[in-house]
């Protein structure tokens, strides 16, 4: 039994939706920055918790993406706009429909990346989110 399978053709994951990209992205994001702070920290549970909340709520990340763009290639732009331009019903509660469409575009970027096994370039950008 593989644990995740990740679709290696690229043309097979752009026939995804976007949202399915920031479902996955929202999973690796999450994974990325809990281990991330568990390897920069002895802080327990909790703490971790209300520190991982200041990067993965959708303002956080709607400004991660602002900050970031221009490093973008124009595939993953493409990608961005994507995600951002699909039609989601639900915003959350502590968020603004602006902030949230950026956030969603931010986590199909994420999950694009993840799902065609693009590792090096996914990590240079998580890399960029902490930086």
Same mark, same amino acid.
């Given at each position: 039994?593989? $644990? ?5 053709? +690229? ?14 992205g ?5 994974? $990325?920055i ?6 920069n920290?002895?802080a ?6 209300? @520190?991982? +909340? ?21 595939? @993953?732009?493409? =990608? =961005? ?15 603004? =429909? ?7 575009? $931010? ?9 065609? @096994?693009?590792?090096?370039?996914? @990590?240079? +950008?998580?890399n960029?989110? +902490?930086?």
């Amino acid at each position: 039994m593989e $644990f995740i399978k990740r679709n290696k053709d +690229i043309s097979e994951a752009k026939l995804l939706s976007p949202l399915v990209w920031a479902y996955v992205g929202d999973s690796v994001y999450e994974l $990325f920055i809990r281990t991330h702070l568990i390897n920069n920290s002895n802080a327990k549970p909790h703490k971790l918790h209300i @520190e991982s +909340i200041k990067y993965v709520k959708a303002k956080a990340q709607a400004d991660i993406l602002k900050r970031i763009t221009d490093k973008l290639t124009e595939d @993953e732009k493409d =990608v =961005v706009r994507r995600g951002r331009n699909t039609e989601n019903h639900h915003v959350a509660k502590n968020s603004n =429909v602006a902030d949230y469409s950026q956030s969603t575009a $931010f986590e199909a970027l994420i999950g694009y990346l993840y799902l065609t @096994e693009q590792d090096e370039r996914l @990590e240079e +950008i998580l890399n960029m989110c +902490i930086d």
